[in-house]
């Protein structure tokens, strides 16, 4: 019964039909298959290109998919900058030919042909009728047999060539050479699409980065004053030292925690323009404050941009600048007023001496006379000293005795300080030896630290006030101390002492200056000055000043002047 089955078949063609049936279905589930490989092929090109992944790793996918349905084993990426094609990626990587980044000649370039048609190329690198390209040497070498370039659009304009290429020739219809172009385009749309985002992205990153560099702090708030977004100063600037500060606002970073309806961040909500503010902070930090409104599209304000910058220098600058005009105006009017007592000081002084001559000793008209004489003497000693100091000229270095600019000083101050009960007990070094410097400016210390070491007694309340002064020779150095039994200084205030406009007076009896200026002066003479304190117990400063000559710059009439640089 099966022969007389199979002969029937044979005599009809119902075996050769299904032959050819299956032949088809076969056919057609390859290429639902190819299809399908396709679909996913650009599907993973969409899915898996991010800015993360690098193209190198989606080189490698493509072609690992590709494989599946086309002879491929390399594939390379050539982008376009600045009117030039550079070799931008090969995989796998020892299928280069080209260093990435040096760019692609364009004569007999088969990538530039590509390039500036616009139009794909199947190349056949053995083929006897093709010509060749400055490529062709390279592809010889690396094996391959046929070369797939296909331009990469994006937006209207070429980017780049996508470069296929098979160690074996295939035929590919036209449905194979239009899904490789769509490939290509897809992978054009990727690379733009991330060119756009980065710089986006290194927009966004270069002004963060200029945001973080600025010195000065600077903060970006809420309506509500909430502290948002602040570069690195803020935290240093305010002594953060890392706390989170995004439950603290504006004002709790400038006032601390007390209320102040007329801060700059309150007027520019207010008022949506921009405002400032001078505001010294609880640790005696001058700033200015800047406040600018923050507005959207629709003209809405919706934050607030602060600046800061610390402004202390500048105003203490500024305070000694005042302060030097003043002193230099009380200098000349010093010297005015020293002449014009100095011309009828002298007429009493000679006038005293006639009528002395003419009275006898013994009569009391002649101790009268002698008492009138050694006062219009002192006070002539005392002008003659007040013209020294106050004198504008240039302070030449000159040998100088420590000891008779300590005299000097006491004929100005020691009457001062003697008629606030204080007694002075003065032990000068005879064999002092003599240091180069300016005597003017020495006196200028002398007397900053006799007048702070009566100041220091002036505010305690006992009796035996007292105020030392000594010189002392060393072997390399002289030494001057004053010393007093006043109210000493407390250990935490003994680094601040030195500084500009630093002072435990009151307001209206110091600048803060003196100790600053004279610790300048002694250094400007290749000394220093210490200084040692106990509350409660009194302070010694003591000027320290080299006894061989400092290293000056030569000056006018055989002296030598201080180097202020």
Known sequence: MSDRLQMIERLVGVSSSKINYYTELKSTIDEMKKKNTQLEIINEVMRSFNIDMSMDDMLKNILEKLQQIFPLKRLSLSILKNGKLMPANVYPHDYAH???????????????????????????????????????????????????????????????????????????????????????????????????????LNSKKEWEQTFLAVADPIMQVDLNGNILRCN?????????????????????????????????????????ETAYREITLHDKTICEVHTYPIMNEKEEMYGVIAYIKDVTEKRHFEARMMQSGKLAALGEMAAGVAHELNNPLTAILGNTQLLMRKANENESSHVLLTDIFKCSKRCQDIIRNLLTF????????????????????????????????????????????????SIQQLEQIIINLLLNAKDALD???????????????????????????????????????????????????????????????????????????????????????????????????????????
Not at 240 to 269: C, V, W
Not at 401 to 418: C, M, T
Not at 474 to 491: F, H, K, M, Q, Y
């Open 98 to 200: 080209l260093d990435v980044g040096n760019p692609i000649p364009n004569e007999g370039s088969l990538y530039w042909k590509v390039a500036d048609s616009g139009a794909s190329c199947v190349y056949l690198v053995n083929g006897n009728e093709r010509k060749e390209y400055s490529e062709t040497p390279a592809f010889k070498k690396l094996g391959l047999r046929q070369v797939l370039v296909f331009p990469l659009y994006g937006k209207g304009r070429i980017l780049g060539v996508l470069s296929l290429g098979s160690a074996q020739q295939q035929d590919y219809d036209g449905e194979d050479l239009a899904f490789l172009q769509q490939l290509s385009d897809q992978l054009a749309v990727c690379i733009e699409n991330v060119r756009l985002y980065n710089e986006v």
């Open 232 to 272: 690195g100063s803020v935290y240093s600037f305010f002594h953060l030292n890392g706390k989170d500060i995004s439950h603290m606002t504006l004002d709790d970073l400038l006032y601390r925690q007390q209320a102040e309806p007329d801060s700059p961040f309150q007027e520019t909500r207010k008022t949506k």
């Open 390 to 437: 106050s004198r504008q000229d240039e302070y030449l270095f000159q040998t100088c005795s420590i000891n008779e600019a300590v005299e000097q000083v006491l004929s100005l101050v020691g009457y001062q300080i003697r008629q606030s009960h204080i007694e002075l007990e003065i032990d000068l070094d005879s064999n002092v030896p003599f240091i180069d410097g």
């Open 459 to 565: 505010e305690v309340d006992k009796t035996g006030k007292e105020i030392s002064i000594r010189t002392e020779s060393g072997a390399e150095e002289v030494t001057l101390s004053v010393i007093d039994n006043g109210t000493g200084i407390d250990p935490e205030k003994l680094k601040e002492i030195f500084h500009p406009f630093y002072t435990t007076k009151e307001a209206v009896k110091g600048t803060g200056l003196g100790l600053s200026v004279s610790l300048g002066i002694a250094e400007a003479h290749g000394g220093t000055i210490d200084v040692k304190s106990e509350p409660g117990k009194g302070s010694a400063f003591i000027l320290r000043l080299p006894v061989k000559k400092i290293r000056c710059k030569a000056g006018e009439n055989g002296g030598q002047h201080i180097d202020r640089r």
